[in-house]
């Protein structure tokens, strides 16, 4: 599970360089991502993949939770829209 996580996150990162070098310095991007849970674990999908665009030169424009759901195991998980705008 770890490496399928790490390698997730790895793949992410690729597309968010992609969207760097096609989006104009204040267009917008908008990500459709929902959290996930592997064996009682949290994975703060949403988190992780807004520091990884702050990194990559991006800001948050505004985030909103589109919907509560339940892993198998009942751990409550969001679906959420994030906004990103290309900074530099």
């Known amino acids: 599970i770890p490496m399928m996580v790490e390698g997730y996150f790895d793949n992410m ?9 096609i989006l104009k310095i204040g267009g917008i991007f908008v990500l459709d ?15 992780l993949l807004e520091k990884i ?7 948050k424009v505004s985030e909103e939770i ?15 829209i ?3 705008r290309r900074v530099s």
């Not at 665009?53 to 800001?59: I, V």
Request: net charge positive.
């Open 13 to 21: 990162s690729v597309v968010i360089d992609k969207i760097h070098d």
């Open 33 to 47: 991502i929902g959290d996930s849970q592997f064996s009682g674990v949290h994975i703060p999908t949403h988190d």
């Open 82 to 84: 994030i906004r990103f």
């Open 53 to 59: 665009c702050l990194l990559k030169g991006f800001e």
């Open 66 to 80: 589109l919907r509560t759901r339940y892993s198998n195991n009942g751990m409550v998980l969001s679906q959420r």
